[in-house]
Every structure is written in structure tokens, then in C-alpha cells.
């Protein structure tokens, strides 16, 4: 199972929830600018499967997708650009580049999801994509970004999901509490005992939202907010609901998205 298995397909299945995220940045934009956001650009775009259904959300709506590799921009152009109808693959540009130096036509919004932007791991670096994507902005654009905290990130660990067919495993397999350093792996197992280990890996620093606060302003950005995920009250279970807020109460494990207001 694991040698038939694709590990694009997986990851979409697993990891991506581009509806949700969608929903998210719409609604966002428009109670903080008062409009729909119509351009949008998906920086780390992988698959570029978030790009490719903004434009199955409205007629009006364009997308630029952004990666530094061809094979995952291959994929992507097989298994979602190629999906779409001819009008809406008029309204989506995958780009292979480097999203530092990228050069795009002016977006309402850019997203960078699944924490991919912890990629940069030195302050002068990060700072350098942050100021990079604030030009890219129109005047009244926003950049949406993911992070994740708690006891539980400054750890090894790993976390299993069982999904229909396979296993998704969330590797933390190295974390250094001086550095904030990690290497983290998704590996996939199936139910004939096959696997796919490190399908995916990522060497990460573990950015905590005050640095990225001061990161943002630093590039320019005007203003921060922060969407932090709601917990069940009795069960302190994670909900698909996030609030804004700055008072955080501290949870083994907590994912926040931040807006950047140009
Ligand atoms: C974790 S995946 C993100 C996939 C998808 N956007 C998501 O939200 O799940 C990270 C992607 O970032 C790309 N990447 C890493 N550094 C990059 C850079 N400097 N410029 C462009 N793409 C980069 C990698 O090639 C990889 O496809």
C-alpha cells in the first residue's frame, strides 16, 4: 500500500484543509477592511491546491501560487490546476520562485500556512520575507500566517491520526530548548503494516507570537491580530473555532492564525 500510495495525495488529505483556511482569510478580510478580498497570493504554495480553489469561490477571484520546487508545482499542476474548468485556470498563475524575492502584481491577501515560513530561522531572514510580502500587498492588504505553542511543542513527540485508509503521523522527532530548533517528519502507515516514513521533513524554528509581532512591525506592518483556536469549556477538546485574543490561557497545544494589516 505504501509504494502505491502518492505522497502529495496523502498530505492533501491529511494536513490541508484549504476550505477551512479560505473561510477563515474571507471572513477576516472583510470584518477587518469592511470588502471581499478578490486577489490572493499562497506563498510555500506546495500542491498550490489552497490558489487553485480560491478561484472556484467566485468569478472575480485570481491567485498566484509561489514555490521554489518543480515537483510539487508538477503535481499540483496535474492533480488541481489541470481540475479546474478553463476559466478559472485563466485566473490562477503558479509561479516557481523564491518567495524572498518573488515578484507579483499587488494582492489583497497572502497566505503562508502550515507554519512553512518557520523555515527562516534567522531574525534578519524572516524579517526579509515579512518586508518582501508587505510590497507585495496592496495598501489596504493582509498577510495570514499560522503558528502553534504549548508545553507540548517544546517537546519530542509524536501524534497520530488515524484517517479512512491510512495513519497520518506528526513526527516532532528533535526539538532544542536553547535554539527553538526542530526537525519534524509527517510519516504515513497503512493497514497492511506498510509505511511511508518521512514522506515529508521540515527543520524548523519554533517562532513564538511576540517575536513574530515584532518581526511584522518591524517590516512595516501596521497591525497584529491574533485568531487563537477555542477549547470546549467541559471537555477541553480543540474546536474549528478561533477567536481573537491576546489572553492565552496555556494548553498543551495551541495553534493561533495572525493577520498583519499593512
Ligand atoms: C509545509 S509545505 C506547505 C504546503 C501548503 N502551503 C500547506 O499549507 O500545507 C512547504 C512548502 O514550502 C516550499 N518552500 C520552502 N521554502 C521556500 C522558499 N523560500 N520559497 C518558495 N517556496 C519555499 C517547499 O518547497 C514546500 O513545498
Not at 182 to 192: G, L, S
Not at 234 to 241: F, G, Y
Amino acid at each position: 500500500m505504501a509504494q502505491k500510495a502518492d505522497r502529495h495525495e496523502l498530505y492533501q488529505e491529511s494536513v490541508q484543509d484549504s476550505e477551512f483556511e479560505l473561510d477563515f482569510v474571507q471572513d477576516t478580510y472583510k470584518d477587518i477592511r469592511g470588502k471581499k478580498p478578490v486577489t490572493l497570493r499562497e506563498d510555500f504554495a506546495g500542491t498550490s491546491r489552497t490558489a487553485c480553489v480560491w478561484t472556484k469561490r467566485n468569478k472575480a477571484n485570481q491567485s498566484y501560487a509561489v514555490d521554489f520546487d518543480q515537483e510539487v508545482l508538477d503535481w499540483g499542476h496535474e492533480h488541481n490546476y489541470k481540475k479546474l474548468k478553463p476559466a478559472q485556470r485563466e485566473r490562477v498563475e503558479m509561479i516557481k520562485a523564491d518567495v524572498l524575492t518573488v515578484k507579483t502584481p499587488p494582492v489583497d491577501v497572502c497566505l503562508a500556512f502550515n507554519f512553512s515560513y518557520w523555515i527562516f530561522q534567522e531574525r534578519k531572514e524572516l524579517k526579509r520575507y515579512f518586508r518582501a510580502v508587505h510590497r507585495a500587498l496592496k495598501d489596504d492588504g493582509i498577510l495570514f500566517l499560522d503558528g502553534y505553542g504549548g508545553s507540548e511543542a517544546h517537546q519530542t513527540s509524536v501524534e497520530k491520526h488515524k484517517l479512512e485508509g491510512f495513519t497520518y503521523l506528526w513526527d516532532q522527532n528533535k526539538f532544542n530548548p536553547l535554539t527553538q530548533e526542530m526537525r519534524c517528519y509527517i510519516h504515513f502507515r497503512f493497514p497492511d503494516k506498510s509505511r511511508l516514513d518521512k514522506a515529508f521533513s521540515y527543520h524548523w524554528r519554533l517562532w513564538g507570537g511576540h517575536e513574530i509581532e515584532d518581526l511584522l512591525r518591524e517590516a512595516g506592518f501596521s497591525n497584529v491580530r491574533f485568531y487563537v483556536q477555542k477549547f470546549d469549556e467541559e471537555t477541553d477538546e480543540a474546536l474549528d473555532e478561533f477567536e481573537e485574543t491576546r489572553d492565552v490561557e496555556d494548553h498543551e497545544c495551541w495553534i493561533a492564525y495572525i493577520a498583519a494589516e499593512k
